[in-house]
């Protein structure tokens, strides 16, 4: 079990250039979460997907941000036009979802720096 | 305010002493999740919490939902625990939204 695996580790991004960030989730789990962590907000959600399904968004930024799930084993998190304070890092989560349990299991996060 | 606040916000402990830290909630809260943050970066998942008290090894959590706080006791303290600790709380069974505290930096000295 390789774990929750995100790419890239790092990305270097001008202001006003698009930025894709990658999620593969562990195998079998259902549930896939995009948070955000940055010095000054800390840990923030963004969006969570159920068997592939959007079910709340309520954390993405409206203008800008948006992420899919085509399948069950890769989500992403596009960001149009990055901005400065869009730079921190992009954490991936999964969960099983079996039981009433939501254990979230993180990867190791994509670093966005906008220039 | 700060709907999950975490307590102290730094700790500095010796090796093989106890201690603990805490959670206070002021949202609703149904379960709660401990996470180690690495000083790679990488969370990992230490405790799910519904209601009521688990170990592992050297760590223990308490979630008491009537008076809207959380634990970690971490007894025997060791180099490799340091990091920084971080609660979360869920809002609703399922919901699978966490709200996260700011953290408490722990650090591990000889």
């Known amino acids: 079990n390789a774990g929750v695996i995100q790419t890239p580790r790092h990305k270097v991004t001008g202001k006003g250039q698009e930025a894709t960030l990658w999620c593969e989730p562990i195998s079998g789990h259902s549930a896939v979460f995009w948070y955000r962590q940055t010095i000054v907000q800390g840990l923030e959600f963004l969006t969570y997907?159920?068997?592939?399904?959007?079910?709340?968004d309520s954390g993405m930024p409206k203008e800008r941000f948006s992420a899919q799930m085509p399948n069950q084993s890769h989500s992403t998190l596009k960001i149009q036009s990055t901005q400065p304070q869009d730079s921190a890092v992009y954490l991936c989560?999964?969960?099983?979802?079996?039981?009433?349990?939501?254990?979230?299991?993180f990867g190791s996060g994509t670093r966005l720096t906008v220039l | 305010g700060d709907q999950v606040k975490q307590s102290p916000s730094a700790l500095s402990l010796q090796e093989g002493t106890n201690s603990a830290l805490r959670c206070n909630f002021s949202?609703?809260?149904?379960?709660v999740q401990w996470f180690l943050q690495n000083p790679r970066g990488s969370l990992m998942n230490l405790f799910y919490l519904v209601p009521g008290t688990k170990e592992n090894g050297r760590l223990k959590s308490t979630f008491n939902s009537k008076e809207s706080y959380s634990t970690l006791h971490i007894r025997d303290a060791q180099l490799e625990d340091s990091g920084t600790y971080f609660c979360?709380?869920?809002?609703?069974?399922?919901?699978?939204?966490?709200?996260f505290g700011h953290g408490t930096i722990l650090r591990v000295h000889p």
């Open positions: 997907f159920r068997n592939q399904a959007p079910i709340d």
């Open positions: 989560a999964s969960s099983l979802v079996w039981g009433g349990t939501e254990t979230l299991y």
């Open positions: 949202i609703a809260t149904t379960t």
């Open positions: 979360a709380a869920e809002p609703g069974a399922n919901t699978g939204k966490l709200t």
